[in-house]
């Protein structure tokens, strides 16, 4: 694989968005691979609109999701995604969540993610991140 086609990120609350985005940058993640929403449903739209050139171009996505959101919630994403046949082969789905609800946890083994990363987003987690997707064959 080429790297990291995008990095998503969706929270409700777009105080955490602007840190996020503003920790991926200073860690040399360009605005350009960076997007950013406070909704699920537009969150959908951009996955669905990627996944075709992630396939083509052999790229992937890093997806960090909250999953306590109006509207629609981190898992009603997840399960929209399903819905509409899109493989999560190229998409790296982390659960960026302060819920520490037993209940979120076990509901989250059913799902295809790459891990539950507890807010706020640190430096040290991304780092282990790419280095984890570096050591299996991908580059940022």
Known sequence: MQGIECILLVDDDPITNYINQLLLERMGFTEE??????????????????????????TFLLFFLDINMPVMDGFEVLDTLKERGISLNQIFVY?????????????????????????PLKEESIRAIVKELGNSGHKR
């Open 33 to 58: 691979k960076i997007a950013v929403t406070t909704d699920g449903n537009e969150a959908v739209e951009i996955i669905s609109t990627k996944n075709e050139k992630l396939k083509k171009n052999q």
């Open 95 to 119: 659960l960026l969540s302060s819920s520490k609800s037993a209940k979120d946890l076990k509901k989250a083994n059913h799902y295809t993610i790459r891990g539950f990363i507890d807010k």
